[in-house]
T-cell receptor
Framework: DGGITQSPKYLFRKEGQNVTLSCEQN?????MYWYRQDPGQGLRLIYY???????QKGDIAEGYSVSREKKESFPLTVTSAQKNPTAFYLC???????????????FGQGTRLTVV | GDSVTQMEGPVTLSEEAFLTINCTYT??????LFWYVQYPGEGLQLLLK?????DKGSNKGFEATYRKETTSFHLEKGSVQVSDSAVYFC???????????FGTGTQLKVEL
């Protein structure tokens, strides 16, 4: 089945450690995104990528890094510089940019990161 | 910049009650509008969308009409079920762009 896979579903890390969250899609989508979800704050955009080997900062990129070496994969690293890393992280993808059509975003199941 | 404002939750209803979740937006251009639903512990799923003024999106008994004059996209359902209990997010995307701007979400609880 086509879709977006995030792994793992739950992740625990000690404070000060970097951690990488995986996101893979087999939808042949050009664009991929990372969002952070906190209670009462909705979804906030961390990073997004519209094409392989290119990505842009979203609204809350500090303390995070990404790479886009393959079309299917968009891993997110939460670094020790991120002051409040405990959150629910959602990866999404969409077909790509185009004025002629509305491209909906498809979401993964999310990874809940807890830093202790 | 673009923004989406949703009514605060939680909204608690009895089964078969009428549902309205308000959503208003601010955008510089002519955005597309979306409602997403999130069930506990899961990612978001697209519920419905509308791409231009006066369009009505509908799915699974839910409806929302794109009202440009009031910059609104309120979600409605005539008769809710317990299985509709979830968090509902209103979102917009500016024309030609890829970025979605989300509201804060509204939690819906439907009781027997």
């Amino acid at each position: 089945d086509g879709g977006i896979t995030q792994s793992p579903k739950y992740l625990f890390r000690k404070e000060g450690q970097n951690v990488t969250l995986s996101c893979e899609q087999n939808l042949n989508h050009d664009a991929m995104y990372w969002y952070r979800q906190d209670p009462g704050q909705g979804l906030r955009l961390i990073y997004y990528s519209q094409i392989v080997n290119d990505f842009q900062k979203g609204d809350i990129a500090e303390g995070y890094s990404v790479s886009r070496e393959k079309k299917e994969s968009f891993p997110l690293t939460v670094t020790s510089a991120q002051k409040n890393p405990t959150a629910f992280y959602l990866c999404a993808s969409s077909i790509g940019v185009g004025r002629e059509r509305v491209t909906e975003a498809f979401f993964g199941q999310g990874t809940r990161l807890t830093v202790v | 910049g673009d923004s989406v404002t949703q009514m605060e939750g939680p909204v608690t209803l009895s089964e078969e009650a009428f549902l309205t979740i308000n959503c208003t937006y601010t955008a510089t251009g002519y955005p597309s509008l979306f409602w997403y639903v999130q069930y506990p512990g899961e990612g978001l799923q697209l519920l419905l969308k509308a791409t231009k003024a006066d369009d009505k999106g509908s799915n699974k008994g839910f409806e929302a009409t794109y009202r440009k004059e009031t910059t609104s996209f309120h979600l409605e359902k005539g008769s809710v079920q317990v299985s509709d209990s979830a968090v509902y997010f209103c979102a917009l995307k500016e024309g030609g762009g890829n970025k979605l701007t989300f509201g804060t979400g509204t939690q819906l609880k439907v009781e027997l």
